[in-house]
């Protein structure tokens, strides 16, 4: 098994553009999100338990899941969300840890937008933390997804704060605008879990 760096950092902070760094370093990355649709893929034993649970209106007419109606139909229902958690949850689990098996180098980086939300920090030896502002996270969002500030700000008030993210981190990696030199602080950081990864051998 390999030493398990969890990268998280709430909307629009800048994960992708961190993991990308560490994937140009040949760090393998374990997506937490990819993993989420592989698990409910058209003939799936989840996707088909879904099915039968919500009907057939949740399926797109390609045979895929229709997530954005299916996050319609759970938001306001606290017990189908739980019901929908109870199934997909150890199946992620249960792929995510398949994945990090197959992996053959000293650490992985596992990119997981929830990973304090979903309460799933202590199956990372390490927590790197992508911090920008609030103002950041809102505006870069604002540029990259053409959505509106209503929903960024009901995404925003989905995840942990700000602070309570941090409170989990061992390394941040501030990502703000003025920042410079994301690809030199990333190197540090990979040869820091190098090392972290060989003493724990
Ligand atoms: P999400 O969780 O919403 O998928 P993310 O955390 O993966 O987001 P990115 O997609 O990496 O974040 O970055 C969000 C947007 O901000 C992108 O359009 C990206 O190009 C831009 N961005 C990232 N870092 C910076 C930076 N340092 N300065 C300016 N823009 C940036």
Redesign the pocket.
Known sequence: MPYIVALT??????????ANEFAKLGVPLVDADVIARQVVEPNTPALESITRHFGKGVILPNGELNRQRLREIIFSKPDEKKWLNALLHPLIQQETQKQFQQINYPYVLWVV?LLIENNIHHLADRVLV?DVTTEEQIQ??L??DKTSLEQVTNILNAQVSREKRLNYANDIIT???H?TD?SGKVAAFHNQYLTLAKIKK
């Open positions: 950092g709430g909307i629009g902070s800048g994960k992708t553009t961190v937008p992508v870069r969002t540029k990259r990502n703000h605008s920042d994301l």
